[in-house]
């Protein structure tokens, strides 16, 4: 065979007809020849490929097809042929079936493959390259990841720096992850931040995988330079690593991606998340809805649907993030919950703060300690009437001010809650959020937080206490007062009364009358102080 050709012996002879690859024939030409000439079935294959990388599929497939009837096998080792024959023209079918946006032409794509992959297991069940190919079409059908694992595993086993092998197990790893490298842009109060993999303690493990995915992706790129998977794979790499450069080298490699195959979802979906993070909003869209509409893949619809529900999410334009974030939710799987955090925010706008838990619930059974989550859960179910969920917000916001004691809301929140249960506890959460104000944030403490001090040093007796604060706190709502003097107006009323129920207590009635007359001047309806002057009478 020379360089450029190859032979085929003719029957019963010592002479060979060779073709050469630039001038090959039609398909149903050579496919007469190979039957005239009871060609032996790697010739077939060889022939096969070579119209396949010259763009010739359909004379690939008719080559294959008709090599699996009549190929010769009468030679040694003829079995790991005939099974390379039915795995070659199987990953072809899956190839189509990835890119096929018609379901029952999908499904017929995929019945074929199915059947090629079963008759190659009857042949050689635990070949290395058989097993690569059936881990990879569990993957396109997405509801058989453990047994890819297990196939990508049982390979490595085999041959520990199998290229195929590791890539696969990367590109598993991210299917399971849903590629979850796009962070919410802060929205209403919070930004989540959920674990994109392992914590901390997984760091070394964490770093020699990527090591290992960055060679088995640059061989990959190697074998085929226009692997569009590779080429995302390293460039998800890249941006991770978050500096300007290496998203700088991300970014190039999603756009020869791009050049490559412009309608490929996985593509579009990345590029769509790197122009949310330049605030390129119309792209965002224009690119995620290419990519939900290039795809039946409902993950990667999941993913094109929460690139759009963010993008109007931080527009405000949230009736068209709650369709598309509720959408995300629908095609996403239970690993993939940033849906559910952006459509819980929709529903705190609206007001709808039992499906608001509902949808964060879900993010915290993917995510357990997740700081965010526990905070808006703690903050939502500390206004319930349902005890029960007031002892989970209480649970769910010690442990936020354990993670981030620094957290000056989460503590106030805290102090809501304990002041029917621990008025010491209240007390020390108010505490710790005054000094977090004063000291850390340098601002001053809210008059409102100050009326909650005096009114629990009130109930433990500290009247000494109690009457500094109420002062202090009609002292903060006077000086904020020209920034909102209704709101503040009301801040004082609650702690003038607060403060002539304290003058009663210390027997100070005089001053209890003055303050009880003074709130009914402007607030006549003010029912308990009248109740409260009839008391004192």
Not at 41 to 55: D, F, T, V
Not at 164 to 176: C, I, M, S, T, W
Request: with cysteine; charged share 25%; proline share 3%.
């Amino acid at each position: 065979m020379s360089r450029g050709s190859i032979e085929i012996p003719l029957r019963d002879t010592d002479e060979v007809i060779e073709l050469d690859f630039d001038q090959l024939p039609e398909g149903d030409e050579v496919i007469s020849i190979l039957k005239q000439e009871h060609t032996q079935l790697h010739i077939w294959i060889a022939l096969a490929l070579e119209y396949y990388k010259q763009g010739k599929t359909e004379d690939f497939v008719k080559l294959l097809e008709a090599a699996r009837i009549d190929g010769n096998l009468d030679y040694r080792d003829h079995e790991k042929d005939q099974m390379t024959c039915l795995d070659t023209l199987a990953a072809y079918y899956v190839q189509q079936a990835r890119k096929e946006k018609n379901k029952d032409a999908k499904k017929e794509l995929i019945t074929q493959a199915t059947l090629l992959y079963t008759m190659a297991d009857k042949i050689i069940m635990y070949d290395q390259n058989h097993l690569l190919g059936r881990a990879c079409f569990c993957l396109l059908e997405g509801d058989k990841m453990d047994q890819a694992d297990a196939q990508f595993h049982f390979v490595l086993n085999q041959s520990t720096n199998n290229i195929p092998a590791l890539l696969g197990l990367h590109l598993l790893q991210q299917k399971r992850l849903q590629r979850s490298a796009g962070v919410l842009q802060k929205g209403f109060t919070y930004e989540p931040r959920l674990p994109s993999g392992g914590e901390a303690g997984d760091g070394p493990l964490f770093c020699q995988a990527q090591q290992k995915a960055r060679l088995a992706f640059g061989r990959a790129l190697e074998l085929n330079s226009k692997c569009v998977g590779a080429l995302v794979g390293l460039a998800v790499l890249e941006l991770n690593n978050k500096e300007a450069d290496s998203i700088k080298n991300g970014v190039q490699l999603l756009s020869r991606a791009y050049t490559i195959d412009p309608s490929n979802p996985m593509v579009l979906n990345h590029l769509a998340n790197h122009f949310f993070f330049k605030k390129d909003y119309s792209k965002v869209q224009h690119l995620a809805l290419h990519a939900f509409h290039n795809t039946e893949v409902e993950a990667m619809q999941a993913e094109s649907c929460y690139q759009l529900a963010r993008s109007f999410h931080v527009q405000e334009d949230y009736d068209q993030a709650f369709q598309y974030y509720y959408q995300a939710t629908q095609f996403a799987s239970s690993t993939f919950v940033l849906p559910f955090f952006g459509l819980g925010q929709m529903y705190v706008y609206r007001r709808d703060k039992e499906n608001a838990a509902q949808c964060f619930e879900k993010v915290l059974k993917a995510y357990p300690n997740n700081y965010e989550t526990m905070k808006i859960l703690g903050s939502l179910y500390a206004a319930s009437d349902d005890q029960e969920k007031r002892d989970i917000a209480k649970g769910h916001l010690k442990k936020v001010t354990e993670q981030y004691p620094d957290d000056v809301e989460a503590w106030i929140e805290l102090a809501q809650i304990l002041e029917q249960t621990d008025i010491q506890g209240a007390l020390s959460a108010y505490g710790t959020a005054t000094r977090i104000l004063q000291e850390k944030v340098q601002a001053d403490v809210p008059p409102e937080i100050l009326n909650n001090l005096g009114a629990l040093h009130f109930r433990l007796g500290n009247l000494g206490e109690a009457k500094k604060y109420f002062l202090a706190s009609l002292d903060r709502a006077k000086a904020e007062g020209e920034h909102d003097e209704h709101y503040y107006n009301a801040i004082s009323v609650t702690t003038s009364y607060n403060l002539a129920r304290l003058y009663e207590a210390m027997c100070e009635f005089h001053e209890a009358e003055k303050l009880y007359k003074n709130i009914l001047r402007e607030h006549p309806n003010y029912v308990d102080c009248y109740l409260r002057l009839g008391a004192m009478a």
